[in-house]
């Protein structure tokens, strides 16, 4: 199978004061990272969505990308414009990953990686909890975007296809903390060093 990774970085960052794609932790921005963690992980090709900022943002990312148009609609418009753009190519399922979230860990994606063609999606789990990333199957690909509207990503479609999603336990290797504020920011950085 081949799974690409979709990173979701289009937001304008408004609680934080800018582009979260741009903030930096370790000497890298959260986008780089982000592409690293789903390379690393295994994904291929991997595509980031941008939107707010997208021509800063672009330049630090070394890959693909596509620019959502209403990105300021929220995560689904993110989520919806990389599904499409997926869409054209051979993958045969993604990797959903979101950019504020610099602590999940590689070994996430490739639990998620492992279980690919035994399920239509499977969800990262912490301490029992369903998290991020998220792994779809190219089957349910327009399902997922059809009910991605607003501030939304896949979690309807999650929610209403249970027994559709395979919960894979990711504890132990890393975590799907936020970083949403400052203060947040500032306690991941504290934690890396």
């Known amino acids: 199978m081949t799974v690409a990774g979709l990173l979701l970085a289009a937001g304008s960052g408004s609680r934080i004061g800018g582009p979260k794609a741009l903030l930096e932790i370790g000497g890298s921005t959260l986008v780089q990272r982000g592409v690293t963690l789903l390379r690393d992980g295994g994904c291929t090709p991997v595509l980031v969505v941008l939107g707010a900022h997208a021509e800063d943002v672009r330049g630090l990312v070394d890959g693909d990308v596509v620019v959502a148009a209403d990105w300021a609609d929220g995560i689904g418009a993110s989520l919806r414009a990389g599904l499409t753009a997926l869409a054209d190519g051979p993958s045969s399922?993604?990797?959903?990953?979101?950019?504020?979230?610099?602590?999940?860990?590689?070994?996430?994606?490739?639990?998620?990686?492992?279980?690919?063609?035994?399920?239509?999606?499977?969800?990262?789990?912490?301490?029992?909890?369903?998290?991020?990333?998220?792994?779809?199957?190219?089957?349910?690909?327009?399902?997922?975007?059809?009910?991605?509207?607003?501030?939304?990503?896949?979690?309807?479609?999650?929610?209403?296809?249970?027994?559709?999603?395979?919960?894979?336990?990711?504890?132990g290797t890393g975590s799907a903390t936020d970083v949403d504020t400052a203060d947040s920011l500032a306690a991941v950085r504290d934690l890396l060093r």
């Open 93 to 171: 399922a993604c990797v959903v990953a979101l950019v504020d979230q610099p602590l999940v860990g590689v070994e996430a994606v490739r639990r998620l990686l492992a279980v690919a063609d035994r399920a239509d999606a499977a969800v990262a789990t912490y301490d029992g909890e369903p998290r991020n990333p998220v792994l779809l199957s190219r089957a349910v690909w327009e399902e997922v975007a059809f009910l991605a509207v607003g501030d939304v990503g896949a979690r309807p479609w999650l929610r209403a296809n249970a027994d559709r999603v395979l919960s894979v336990s990711c504890d």
